[in-house]
C-alpha cells in the first residue's frame, strides 16, 4: 500500500517492462558513474518482499473484476504490457486495446494473437475483435495527439476507456535523441507519457457523471527513483537552463549498472503526476478519476534486457540478478492490475507490494518529501510545462486552463 497522505506525489521501483528500445549506435559520450555504490542504492529501494516475489505472486483478483470494460494499454505488444492485456481479457474486459508504433505490423498482431491465444480465444470467433491495436508512436507529439483524437472517436463524447495504463517505456545504453529534440528516454518516459495525460484526463474528467464508478489511470513507474540523487539538479537549473536542458545534452548522458537515465526519467514522471492527479480532483477535493503509479519490481522483460547495454558489470551482474528475483511478466503485471482496481482512497499513490508505507515514506523522502524534493518538484513542472507548451499547442490549452477550487484545495493541504 502506498503512503497514507492522499496528494503524496505518486512514485515508482524498477518495473523492467516497457518496449525495450537500444541504441546500438557509437557514441563517445556515456560516462559511468562509480557502479558498486550505485548498485548499492539500487538494493537499498528494494526489500526481502521484492527479492522473493518470483516464488509469492500476488493473488489475482476475482474472474470478473473487469467485466463490462474497456481498456487501453499503451506499449502492450511484449513484456508487462503484453501480460496485462493478457489479464484484462481473462478477467472479463469486453474491449482490451494495446498500442504498436505500427497497428499494421506483424509485431502488433503477433501481439493480439497472443492474447487471444493466451485468453483461450481464437482468431476466428467472434469474441476476437475484443482485443484491438492503435497507433501510438511516444516519440512524436503528433503521433499523441493524433492518438488521442482516435481515442475520443472511438469511444464517443458520452462514453471513455474504463481504465488507461500508461505503459509503454524505453531504456539505451547510449545517448538517442528524439525528434522532438530532448534525450529520448525523457522523451518516451516522461514527457510524452505526461503530455498524453494531460490530453486524456481532462476530457475523462468530464465523464464522470455518466458513470457509476470513475475510470482508472495507472502509470508504470519504477522505485527507482528513490535511489536519485536531485542534489546536483538545483546547479543545472541555476545554470544550464535546467534539468531537461542538462540531460538533452549527449556528453551529460549517463550509463551504468543501474540505468541512470532510466532512474531520473521516472523521478521526472513521479514530479509530473503530483500535478497529474490534481487535475483529477472535483471542486470539493475529490477524484473524479482515479491515478495511481505502480511498480511491479524485479520483471524479466525486454527492457530489464536492454538495460544489460548499459556497462560491461550490468552485463555479467544483471542476468544472474534477473535469474534469481526476476518474476514472470505474468507476475509482475498483477501490481497494474490493483491500480486498475484502486478505490479513491489510493489516488495519487504509489503502488507497490515489497515495501511498506513507514518504509517507503522514509526512502522516498530525499527525493519527494525534504524541502529540497519540494522546491524541486516545483521546477521540474515549470519546466515540464514550458517544454510541452513550446512544443504543442494542444498542451498549451490544458496547462493555461485555470485549476479547479478542488485542486487549488489538494494543493494547499499537500
Same mark, same amino acid.
Given at each position: ?15 523492467? !517492462? ?64 503484453l501480460a496485462t492485456a493478457i ?6 474486459? !469486453? ?22 491465444? +493466451?485468453?483461450?480465444q481464437g482468431a476466428d470467433k ?41 505503459? +509503454? ?21 516522461t514527457l510524452s507519457t505526461t ?24 502509470? *508504470? ?6 535511489? *536519485? !540523487? ?6 543545472? %537549473? ?79 551482474? %544483471? ?33 507497490? !507490494? ?8 522514509? $526512502?522516498?523522502?530525499?527525493?519527494? %518529501? ?7 518538484? %516545483? ?15 494542444? +498542451? $498549451? ?7 479547479? +477550487? ?9
Open positions: 500500500m502506498p503512503p497514507s497522505n492522499k496528494h503524496t506525489p505518486a512514485s515508482h521501483v524498477p518495473s523492467p !517492462d516497457k518496449r525495450g528500445i537500444q541504441n546500438k549506435s557509437k557514441s563517445k559520450h556515456s560516462p559511468l558513474k562509480p557502479e558498486v555504490p550505485a548498485f548499492l542504492l539500487f538494493l537499498r529501494t528494494m526489500s526481502l518482499k521484492a527479492l522473493t516475489g518470483k516464488f509469492f505472486p500476488s493473488s489475482l483478483p476475482p474472474a470478473d473484476a473487469f467485466a463490462g470494460q474497456r481498456v487501453i494499454v499503451t506499449g502492450g505488444t511484449a513484456g508487462l504490457g489479464h484484462f481479457l481473462k478477467l472479463g474486459a !469486453d474491449e482490451v486495446i494495446i498500442t504498436a508504433r505500427s497497428a499494421s505490423s506483424a509485431r502488433a498482431e503477433g501481439a493480439r494473437q497472443k492474447i487471444l491465444a +493466451a485468453a483461450g467472434s469474441t476476437a475483435g475484443r482485443v484491438s491495436i492503435m497507433e501510438l508512436d511516444m516519440n512524436s507529439y503528433a503521433s499523441c495527439v493524433a492518438f488521442v483524437e482516435a481515442v475520443k472517436e472511438r469511444f464517443g463524447a458520452a462514453d471513455g476507456p474504463d481504465v488507461i495504463v500508461f505503459n +509503454a517505456g524505453v531504456t539505451n545504453s547510449q545517448f538517442r535523441r528524439s525528434p522532438e529534440g530532448m534525450e529520448e528516454i525523457i522523451q518516451v518516459n503530455f498524453l495525460a494531460l490530453l486524456l484526463v481532462p476530457w475523462m474528467k468530464q465523464q464522470r457523471g455518466q458513470r457509476s464508478s470513475p475510470a482508472r489511470v495507472v502509470f *508504470v513507474s519504477s522505485g527507482l527513483h528513490m535511489s *536519485v !540523487d536531485i542534489r546536483p539538479w538545483s546547479t543545472y %537549473a541555476e545554470k544550464e537552463g535546467g534539468v531537461l536542458a542538462h540531460y538533452s545534452k549527449e556528453e551529460n548522458f549517463e550509463a551504468g549498472l543501474t540505468s541512470p537515465m532510466y532512474n531520473y526519467s521516472k523521478l521526472l514522471l513521479m514530479y509530473a503526476l503530483e500535478e497529474v492527479s490534481k487535475m483529477a480532483l472535483d471542486q470539493n477535493g475529490e477524484p473524479q478519476i482515479i491515478v495511481t503509479s505502480v511498480c511491479p519490481g524485479p520483471v524479466k522483460t525486454e527492457l530489464s534486457r536492454s538495460m544489460q547495454e548499459n556497462s560491461i558489470l550490468a552485463r555479467i551482474a %544483471a542476468p544472474i540478478f534477473m535469474n534469481l528475483v526476476g518474476k514472470s511478466p505474468d507476475y509482475g503485471a498483477r501490481i497494474y492490475l490493483a491500480g486498475a482496481l484502486a478505490e479513491p482512497a489510493a489516488h495519487g499513490k504509489f503502488l507497490r !507490494d515489497y515495501l511498506t508505507d513507514p518504509q517507503y515514506a522514509s $526512502r522516498s523522502a530525499p527525493v519527494l %518529501a525534504s524541502k529540497e524534493a519540494r522546491l524541486m518538484q %516545483a521546477q521540474i513542472w515549470k519546466e515540464i510545462r514550458e517544454a510541452l507548451s513550446s512544443k504543442v499547442p494542444a +498542451a $498549451r490549452e490544458v496547462l493555461l486552463r485555470p485549476a479547479t +477550487a478542488g485542486a487549488q484545495d489538494a494543493r494547499e493541504r499537500g
